[in-house]
């Protein structure tokens, strides 16, 4: 009787376990309580195959599962411990990631090498447990490596900053770990997103509407042209795609790559989306949208959709919603607004202005996490609609979560208007924020971002080797930084290709000092320039002078 053969299921557990003997067969191992038992594994009766290379007789040492009377999360039953495990963690994260991390004489970001990195992190999870000082150590390790985006140094993307009352919703969120899906364990959130969300519509100009908070910007919009479908076509619910005429929408060549996106997910395929020219500032020319419906018609294609945006993530433009959104009203289609980076602007009594329009919109994306700094992530998808299309068109009526027979005004459950099922709580962050700062506060953020990217333009144009892409008409300041060795050289043949290599030079060692973070992107035919975004509402002109100075030390020598 061969015992021996390994351990194929993982059934050898520590001395000191009861010990049984199993059978191995076919792939699965089965306790036998009996010697006869055993033995009838190997064919039973007269003659037993002891040899059979299929089958083997294991002893093995059983964990009994039973439930223990004592929890098994860490530090269970000492509550004492609990606390100073956190009280430290959130020690190490005031000082290390709030303090620190947002300290303009700090460094940004800490650059390492891929490889090195991984050794520094520790990242290998091992079968047993590690002391509370690792752990604590691991925390301040992870928090050292990490780019620091709430630093005033960090131009980077277009979200930056760290309110403290945000932070604060994100960190009751966490600590809450609800799912935003039923009031019956979100009643807190199931109110408290319908009174952002519909603070939010008011400010678009809407009294009453829906809305949901996504996942992101890009699966907001991509919700907007789901359901622009859906109104058209619902039986494409149940039916799929083979109901459906070729359609078209259309976005201009400024638009995000969620709308591209968007249509190879949703099966209308990425043919289906018809761009529409910018003008040189980056707005959609509204008379090639006529043309492009006119010309999608023309091929057989049914129109549905046109997604404007307001603010483009580079050049920040903001489409002309008026313009367009007459367009869409003579040839009955929906008009989306993507409005992820520049919806934040309608605070601002001084530049709403720029989406003028928007009331008009069918629906209407809107990233507070951007340009308001509530923390990733925060987007809503708001519509105008009131006939219960989100959920319409995306409901499934879940019999174990959506009980008609509750207690309760079910309309309260919103997790049927979503694709998902389990969605994060994402609007505490935002109402808290709203609540310390009113409307007035966070007004007053967006007026000074636009005054200090203003600030930056005209210091700029004081300093030589600061070329402007073009006057900006949001907070992306998007220039190129010419360099002491191509000033004046712009006639000379290989000028372009030469600036394009400016851009990344600097970036690099901006990065690997940790000086500062600034993107960059070629554009079209433009060779690489750099976008600052002007977005932490901690910055002052003196983060300001500070990038200017930076980059020409930086590029002293090229
Ligand atoms: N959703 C576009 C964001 C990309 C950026 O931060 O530049």
Partial sequence: MDEGGGDPLGLLCPVGWPEKLAVYRGGQTRVEE????IAGCFGGGQ????????VRVLRVRLKILMADSEALSSHAGDPVAVEALLQAVFGIVVDEAIQKGTNASEKVCEWKEPEELKQLLDLELRSQGESQEKILEHCRAVIHYSVKTGHPRFFNQLFSGLDPHALAGRIITESLNTSQYTYEIAPVFVLMEEEVLSKLRALVGWSSGDGIFCPGGSISNMYAVNLARYQRYPDCK????????????????ECHYSIQKGAAFLGLGTD??????????????????????????????VPFLVSATSGTTVLGAFDPLEAIADVCQRHGLWLHVDAAWGGSVLLS??????????????????????LLAAGLQCSALLLQDTSNLLKRCHGSQASYLFQQDK?????LDTGDKVVQCGRRVDCLKLWLMWKAQGSQGLERRIDQAFALARYLVEEMKKREGFELVMEPEFVNVCFWFVPPSLRGKQDSPDYHKRLSKVAPVLKERMVKEGSMMIGYQPHGTRA????????NPALTCADIDFLLNELERLGQDL
């Avoid at 009996?34 to 038992?37: D, E, Y």
């Avoid at 003659?47 to 299929?54: A, I, L, N, S, T």
């Avoid at 207690?407 to 309309?411: A, G, I, S, T």
């Fill in 528 to 535: 690489n320039f750099f976008r600052v975004v002007v977005a």
């Fill in 407 to 411: 207690f309760y005004d079910v309309e």
């Fill in 272 to 301: 289906s989306v018809r761009v529409v020219k910018a003008d040189e500032r980056g707005r959609m020319v509204p008379e090639d949208l006529e043309r492009q419906i006119s010309m999608a018609e023309a091929e057989g294609a």
């Fill in 47 to 54: 003659k037993r195959d002891w040899q059979c290379p299929h």
């Fill in 238 to 253: 149940q039916r799929g795609l083979r109901t459906l005429p070729p359609l078209a929408l259309f976005t201009s060549k």
């Fill in 349 to 370: 009594q001084t530049h709403r202005h720029l989406l003028d329009g928007i009331q008009r919109a069918d629906s209407v994306a809107w990233n507070p996490h951007k």
């Fill in 34 to 37: 009996s010697s006869r038992a």
